[in-house]
């Protein structure tokens, strides 16, 4: 139904909502209870003088009697109901739900966005919980040290006469482990209870250099205009551990060299002509697709104002750099999902893999995902090649027909092995 149709239903709603009577409203306004009535059920047109007249009976502003709801709340609702189809909502009388029931609609939105916010939270605590090197060894070290004092204690406990000076040996084990327990504990602590959105002494190098390139936009200013990576170095990696800038080191130099190759006044003109698609890119500068991938994720946002995402792995399917989108997270720790682009692009170099993809949980929101994976290291003689893999993710373009996406999930672990459709290909989880 038009928006401009309802305004006979806001004011029903608006009249209801104040107690008052059709009647009174009509005498009001100088019409019979019958006109209004038509007016109400939005069989009669309302405007003018009329319009002005009972919004001011209602006390409202006419406005909010003929524009109802906004845009921008009516495709909440409609992607609300995208998330599930099967549920029946009525697509065809959105506007009219908005429009009479504002607040409701405010609500469920609202509700909508926050179940996003939480599945995202489970996912990163779940992935955390499966893959984190960190958490793992403190409860390794927590069960090894438990274990310990209990053998100890068991000992004492036992019936029968033992030696002062094994006693006090088994004495001085329990103190000492009890000592590295509590010490674990409060490590672990720590380490659960720190800031994501900051670098720490207790996160991995591989965390510490996500959270100061998450940290920059991914953006190094200084290594636009010239390749001083020694400064922009001592700028990001001013609190991160040693191991931490030793990664942080390579990863500058290869920014530094990309934008000597790709500086962003020859890029910028390139991407208002073709968007931010590798393929056409790579083709108009004469660029390898891999190298283009990663320019585009370090655009700022007056360059490219659409955000793009860029995952980078190794031979072994280890993640070696993440930019995620919203609505394609990648996991901080461990290997993503199999089925990725990503993945197949090792099997076949140097041949970029196009694909829609959405994600467990993301069925309105369709990405479209570039994948390339590049020879590393220079030529290898007498030897096997070693291979990194790029995949560029961002959504996918309205104008561009593409088949049915295929259903990925964020990591190996976040989709349940019965609903995991890699358990229908194993060609392909095989493959990594």
């Known amino acids: 139904m038009p928006r401009d149709t309802l305004t006979g239903s806001r004011i029903r709603e608006k009249r209801i909502a104040q107690g008052m009577r059709q009647s009174e409203l009509a005498k009001i306004a100088g019409i019979s209870a019958s006109y209004l009535n038509l007016i109400e059920h939005n069989r009669r047109r309302i405007g003018g003088k009329l319009l002005l007249e009972i919004a001011d009976a209602l006390s409202v502003e006419p406005t909010h009697l003929t524009e109802g709801a906004g845009a921008a709340l009516i495709a909440g609702l409609r992607e609300a109901a995208s998330d599930l189809p099967d549920a029946g909502a009525e697509l065809d009388r959105t506007d009219e739900f908005a429009g009479r029931f504002p607040g409701w609609a405010d609500l469920l939105v ?19 919980m499966t893959h984190d090197p960190q958490l793992a060894a403190s409860l390794h070290e927590m069960l090894s040290t438990v274990t310990a004092i ?55 190098p591989q965390e510490e250099l996500d959270t100061a390139l998450e940290a920059a936009g991914h953006h190094v200013p200084e290594l636009e205009s010239d390749a001083d990576t020694a400064a922009a170095l001592a700028r990001l990696g001013k609190r991160m551990s040693g191991t931490a800038r030793a ?36 083709r108009d500068l004469h660029a390898e697709p891999a190298r283009i991938m990663r320019r585009l994720a370090a655009m700022p946002e007056e360059v490219l104002p659409d955000p793009v995402g860029l995952a980078i792995c190794d031979g072994s399917g280890v993640l070696s750099y993440r930019k995620p989108l919203p609505d394609f997270p990648m996991p901080r720790f461990g290997a993503a999902c199999p089925l990725w682009p990503l993945y197949k692009a090792l099997n076949r170099p140097h041949v970029v893999l196009t694909a829609p993809l959405v994600q467990m949980g993301r069925a309105n929101a369709v990405i479209w995902a570039d994948a390339q994976a590049t020879l590393t290291g220079g030529l290898a003689v007498n030897a096997d090649p070693l291979y990194e ?5 961002r ?9 049915a996406p295929e259903e990925v999930g964020a990591s190996c672990r976040i989709c349940s092995r019965s609903a995991c459709p890699g358990r229908r290909e194993p060609s392909i989880l095989s493959s990594r």
């Open 110 to 128: 609202a509700t909508r966005a926050r179940v996003q916010q939480l599945e995202r939270s489970v996912e990163v605590l779940t992935d955390r």
């Open 150 to 204: 209990r053998s100890a204690a068991s000992i004492l406990a036992e019936p029968g006469d033992i030696d002062q000076e094994w006693q006090a040996r088994f004495h001085r084990n329990i103190y000492e482990d009890s000592g590295r327990l509590a010490e674990t504990s409060r490590g672990l602590v720590t380490y659960l209870e720190a800031d994501n959105a900051q670098a720490t002494e207790t996160g991995t």
């Open 247 to 282: 990664l942080l080191r390579p990863w500058l130099e290869r920014y530094a060299e990309d934008a000597r190759a790709l500086p962003i006044d020859v890029l910028r003109p390139a991407i208002d002509r073709h968007g931010p698609d590798p393929v056409a890119l790579a």
């Open 389 to 393: 893999s790029h995949m560029m993710v």
């Open 395 to 403: 959504l996918a373009p309205p104008d561009r027909d593409h088949a």
